[in-house]
């Protein structure tokens, strides 16, 4: 039932930009963080950004801090990961996700995510 659907990557040149977007739903997502995460190539899936209920409590991993931007907007249970200046690096399959039980707290990167985004592959050509 509950949905997050993915949108917005693509091949880009390094140094472009792109927009991802996330559209949940399938439940209340009252006090939840959300998260970005990616995959490169043979690698893990790491934690990259996350975002609190309010908007007001951000993070992001180091490698991707000045770079990306993560928002929300609540109205229409979306979130968004701008992605600036990319770099060959960048090139992952990028996910979404919702955290579980959700507490109206800052994210951490001990949140919680129970909900999964299919993934949109990001590719970066130098």
């Known amino acids: 039932q509950v949905q997050l659907v993915e949108s917005g990557g693509g091949l880009v040149q390094a140094g472009g930009s792109l927009r991802l977007s996330c559209a949940a739903s399938?439940?209340?997502?009252?006090?939840?963080?959300m998260g970005w995460f990616r995959q490169a190539p043979g690698g893990e899936r790491e934690l990259i950004a996350a975002?609190?209920?309010?908007?007001?409590?951000?993070y992001y991993v180091d490698s991707v801090k000045g770079r990306f931007t993560i928002s929300r907007d609540n109205a229409n249970d979306t979130v968004h990961l701008q992605i600036n200046t990319l770099i060959p690096e960048d090139t992952a399959v990028y996910y979404c996700?919702?955290?579980?039980?959700?507490?109206?707290?800052?994210?951490?990167?001990?949140?919680?995510?129970?909900?999964w985004g299919q993934g949109t592959h990001v590719t970066v050509s130098s």
């Open positions: 996700a919702a955290e579980g039980f959700c507490t109206y707290t800052p994210p951490s990167r001990r949140t919680t995510y129970a909900y």
């Open positions: 399938g439940r209340t997502f009252n006090g939840c963080v």
């Open positions: 975002i609190s209920w309010t908007g007001g409590s951000t």
